[in-house]
């Protein structure tokens, strides 16, 4: 089935620890995106991607890391986990390019203990 | 970049009711979406509407683009309508398609 998925959905990690969410797409080429979406501040960009090895930073990029070497995947790393970065995080990819609709992985919920 | 206001921040409804949700933004848009964020936190398209009306069911859109907003309207609301309508705009040229979102709309329907 086409779509985009995410994992895990839910990760508890201790302060310091790498941890990489995984997103997946099956349009193959796509523009792809992390957001995160915490209280009071909304939906937030983090990362997006035009293509493979095509990345840049969004709004709120500081401490996390991405790379996209095949088309349909694009990790999100956080190389050393802060209680800030608890939230949940939510992958999105425009499958017709950027001028059309947006869709959303199912959330990845993020706990740094 | 585009700025996206959403009003009201919240709204009560009784079960059976109408109500209209507004988007504004700041420039010009070549996409514009609304979305549902159920209890359960998924993101669900609702319609993606840079211009026009659309209808699907129980739910209309109305994007006015050269007054730059936009409205969603529920119509004989119910209990499964509740969650965060998000409104979400990219305002083209070199961004990517990347979407800013509104902070959102807490629609609360009791039966």
């Known amino acids: 089935d086409a779509g985009i998925t995410q994992s895990p959905r839910y990760k508890i990690t201790e302060t310091g620890r790498q941890v990489t969410l995984m997103c997946h797409q099956t349009?193959?080429?796509?523009?792809m995106f992390w957001y995160r979406q915490d209280l009071g501040h909304g939906l937030r960009l983090i990362y997006y991607?035009?293509?493979?090895?095509?990345?840049d930073k969004g709004e709120v990029p500081d401490g996390y890391v991405v790379s996209r070497s095949k088309t349909e995947n694009f990790p999100l790393t956080l190389e050393s986990a802060t209680r800030s970065q608890t939230s949940v995080y939510f992958c999105?990819?425009?499958?017709?390019?950027?001028?059309?609709?947006?869709?959303f992985g199912q959330g990845t919920r993020l706990t740094v203990v | 970049g585009i700025q996206v206001e959403q009003s009201p921040p919240d709204l009560i409804l009784q079960e059976g009711a109408n109500s209209t949700l507004r988007c504004n933004f700041s420039?010009?848009?070549?996409?514009l979406q609304w979305f549902h964020q159920n209890p359960w936190g998924q993101l669900i398209n609702l319609f993606y509407?840079?211009?026009g009306t659309k209808q699907n069911g129980r739910l209309s859109a109305t994007t006015v683009a050269t007054e730059r907003y936009s409205l969603l309207y529920i119509s004989s609301s119910q209990t499964t309508d509740s969650g965060v309508y998000f409104c979400?705009?990219?305002?083209?040229?070199?961004?990517?398609?990347?979407?800013?979102f509104g902070q959102g709309t807490i629609l609360t329907v009791h039966p």
């Open positions: 979400a705009a990219h305002a083209g040229g070199t961004s990517y398609g990347k979407l800013t």
């Open positions: 999105a990819a425009l499958p017709g390019g950027p001028e059309t609709e947006a869709f």
């Open positions: 509407i840079p211009s």
């Open positions: 420039d010009s848009v070549n996409n």
């Open positions: 349009w193959s080429h796509s523009y």
């Open positions: 991607s035009a293509a493979a090895d095509i990345t």
